[in-house]
C-alpha cells in the first residue's frame, strides 16, 4: 500500500513509527499475542504486544517468534499503574460478597487465593525494553516515572499513551510524548484513565478527539468504537492521524480467546457491553454478564487494581468448567460484527475500504 499514502489525510503516524497504513492494532492482553502481531505488521499497520500479563521471559520468546517472520516495526505496551497499599478490611468484604458465589459452586469462601498481579512498568522491565529495542514503546494508565522515560527514550522507541480527556492529553505532551491514543468511553478493555478516578465524565471518542487533536501539537490516534472503514475516515474527518482497532481483531482466528468468550463476542454487536470495576478493581467495558448484573458493574467493595481478580479465579474456572461465562471478564468495545478475516486480512480491508471512502469524498 505504499503508493497510496499519499491519499491518506495525514502521514505523521507512518512516518513517525515507519509503517505503511494509518492503524495501529490494539496491545489486548490476553488475546494478542505474536500471530496476531504478526498478521496486522505484514499488513503494514503497526503491531501491538501487550506485556502485563506475560513474563519477561514470554515477551522475549514472543518477540523472537515476531523477529523471525518479519522486521516490521514493533510497539511493545506497559502499564504504568501506581500500585495499591494493601486493604484487608476491603479484601476481606470483597471475599464476604463472593461468599455465596463460593458455595454455590461448592468452593470454600474461605479458601486462599493467589493474588492477581500486574506488574507496572518498573527498572527490569525498562532493561527489557533496552534489550529488544521496539520501535513504539506505549503505556497505559500514564507514564513511567521520569528517569525510567528517559532511558526509554535514549533507546530509540518512540513513546505513546493513552489519554481518556484533554486534561490527560496535554499531560502527556508536556512530559514528551511523541503521539497520544484519544480512548474514548467505547473502548473495550480498560480505560487509560490515570489523573482522576472518576469515570461519570467520561466522554465518547467523536466528542473527545477533536478537542485532544486542538490541544496537542503532536499526532492523535483515534481509539474506541471504531470497527470498519466509516469509523477510520470519520477518525480522520475530526482531526486523528491514525486509528487503534481492538475488538474487531477479537474475531481473527489469531486471537487468543476462551470458547465462551468468543461465543459472547458473536451473540451481539456492542450495545451489551458497560463500564465495570468488578474483575480487576479498575475500570473497564466488557459484556454484561452475571457477576456485572448482581455485584455490579461498579462496586466500592471490589479492591484496588489489579486485587479484585484473585478472589475471582476459582470460581471463574469452576463457572468455565461447567460452560458458564457468568465470572470471566469478556471485554468488548461497543461496536463489533462477526468476520472470519485474518489479522492480516482484516488491516488490508480496513486500509482498502478506508481508501475507498476518502476517495470519494469532495475535495
Given at each position: 500500500?505504499?503508493?497510496d499514502?499519499?491519499?491518506?489525510?495525514?502521514?505523521?503516524?507512518?512516518?513517525?513509527?515507519?509503517?505503511?497504513?494509518?492503524?495501529?492494532?490494539?496491545?489486548?492482553?490476553?488475546?494478542?499475542?505474536?500471530?496476531?502481531?504478526?498478521?496486522?505488521?505484514?499488513?503494514?499497520?503497526?503491531?501491538?504486544?501487550?506485556?502485563?500479563?506475560?513474563?519477561?521471559?514470554?515477551?522475549?520468546?514472543?518477540?523472537?517468534?515476531?523477529?523471525?517472520?518479519?522486521?516490521?516495526?514493533?510497539?511493545?505496551?506497559?502499564?504504568?499503574?501506581?500500585?495499591?497499599?494493601?486493604d484487608?478490611?476491603?479484601?476481606?468484604?470483597?471475599?464476604?460478597?463472593?461468599?455465596?458465589?463460593?458455595r454455590?459452586?461448592?468452593?470454600?469462601?474461605?479458601?486462599?487465593?493467589?493474588?492477581?498481579?500486574?506488574?507496572?512498568?518498573?527498572?527490569?522491565?525498562?532493561?527489557?525494553?533496552?534489550?529488544?529495542?521496539?520501535?513504539?514503546?506505549?503505556?497505559?494508565?500514564?507514564?513511567?516515572?521520569?528517569?525510567?522515560?528517559?532511558?526509554?527514550?535514549?533507546?530509540?522507541a518512540?513513546?505513546?499513551?493513552?489519554?481518556?480527556?484533554?486534561?490527560?492529553?496535554?499531560?502527556?505532551?508536556?512530559?514528551?510524548?511523541?503521539?497520544?491514543?484519544?480512548?474514548g468511553?467505547?473502548?473495550?478493555?480498560?480505560r487509560?484513565?490515570?489523573?482522576?478516578?472518576?469515570?461519570?465524565?467520561?466522554?465518547?471518542?467523536?466528542?473527545?478527539?477533536?478537542?485532544?487533536?486542538?490541544?496537542?501539537?503532536?499526532?492523535?490516534?483515534?481509539?474506541?468504537?471504531?470497527?470498519?472503514?466509516?469509523?477510520?475516515?470519520?477518525?480522520?474527518a475530526?482531526?486523528?492521524?491514525a486509528?487503534?482497532?481492538?475488538?474487531?481483531?477479537?474475531?481473527?482466528?489469531?486471537?487468543?480467546l476462551?470458547?465462551?468468550?468468543?461465543?459472547?463476542?458473536?451473540?451481539?454487536?456492542?450495545?451489551?457491553?458497560?463500564?465495570?470495576?468488578?474483575?480487576?478493581?479498575?475500570?473497564?467495558?466488557?459484556?454484561?454478564?452475571r457477576?456485572?448484573?448482581?455485584?455490579?458493574?461498579?462496586?466500592?467493595?471490589?479492591?484496588?487494581?489489579?486485587?479484585?481478580?484473585?478472589?475471582?479465579?476459582?470460581l471463574?474456572?469452576?463457572?468455565?468448567?461447567?460452560?458458564?461465562?457468568?465470572?470471566?471478564?469478556?471485554?468488548?468495545?461497543?461496536?463489533?460484527?462477526?468476520?472470519?478475516?485474518?489479522?492480516?486480512?482484516?488491516?488490508?480491508?480496513?486500509?482498502?475500504?478506508?481508501?475507498?471512502?476518502?476517495?470519494?469524498?469532495?475535495?
Open positions: 500500500m505504499d503508493a499514502n499519499a491519499m491518506w489525510p495525514d502521514n505523521r503516524i507512518q512516518t513517525l513509527f515507519g509503517i505503511d497504513l494509518p492503524i495501529v492494532q490494539a496491545p489486548m492482553a490476553g488475546p494478542t499475542q505474536a500471530e496476531m502481531v504478526i498478521g496486522a505488521a505484514q499488513a503494514g499497520a503497526l503491531g501491538s504486544l501487550p506485556c502485563a500479563m506475560l513474563s519477561p521471559q514470554q515477551v522475549r520468546e514472543q518477540c523472537a517468534s515476531i523477529r523471525a517472520v518479519t522486521d516490521a516495526p514493533l510497539n511493545l505496551n506497559f502499564f504504568c499503574h501506581q500500585p495499591r497499599a494493601a484487608p478490611a476491603r479484601e476481606a468484604a470483597w471475599r464476604e460478597r463472593l461468599a455465596g458465589y463460593y454455590e459452586y461448592g468452593l470454600d469462601p474461605a479458601m486462599p487465593v493467589a493474588p492477581s498481579a500486574r506488574a507496572p512498568f518498573d527498572e527490569p522491565w525498562c532493561e527489557l525494553l533496552e534489550e529488544l529495542r521496539p520501535q513504539v514503546a506505549s503505556f497505559h494508565f500514564g507514564l513511567p516515572e521520569p528517569r525510567l522515560l528517559e532511558r526509554v527514550r535514549a533507546s530509540g518512540r513513546i505513546v499513551s493513552s489519554a481518556t480527556t484533554v486534561d490527560e492529553a496535554r499531560w502527556l505532551e508536556q512530559r514528551g510524548c511523541d503521539a497520544i491514543i484519544a480512548q468511553a467505547e473502548a473495550g478493555g480498560h487509560g484513565v490515570f489523573l482522576r478516578e472518576d469515570i461519570t465524565t467520561q466522554a465518547g471518542l467523536f466528542a473527545l478527539l477533536p478537542r485532544v487533536v486542538d490541544a496537542v501539537r503532536v499526532p492523535v490516534i483515534a481509539a474506541g468504537g471504531i470497527f470498519d472503514a466509516r469509523g477510520i475516515v470519520a477518525a480522520f475530526l482531526g486523528a492521524a486509528a487503534q482497532i481492538g475488538t474487531a481483531y477479537l474475531f481473527c482466528p489469531e486471537a487468543k476462551s470458547p465462551l468468550h468468543r461465543q459472547a463476542l458473536h451473540a451481539g454487536e456492542g450495545d451489551d457491553t458497560a463500564m465495570t470495576n468488578v474483575f480487576t478493581g479498575r475500570p473497564a467495558r466488557g459484556i454484561v454478564n457477576l456485572m448484573r448482581e455485584v455490579g458493574p461498579m462496586s466500592d467493595l471490589a479492591p484496588a487494581f489489579p486485587l479484585a481478580g484473585g478472589a475471582l479465579a476459582p471463574r474456572a469452576k463457572a468455565e468448567a461447567a460452560g458458564s461465562d457468568g465470572f470471566m471478564s469478556l471485554w468488548s468495545g461497543q461496536a463489533r460484527r462477526a468476520h472470519a478475516l485474518s489479522a492480516r486480512e482484516l488491516t488490508l480491508t480496513l486500509a482498502r475500504e478506508s481508501l475507498q471512502l476518502l476517495s470519494q469524498r469532495p475535495r
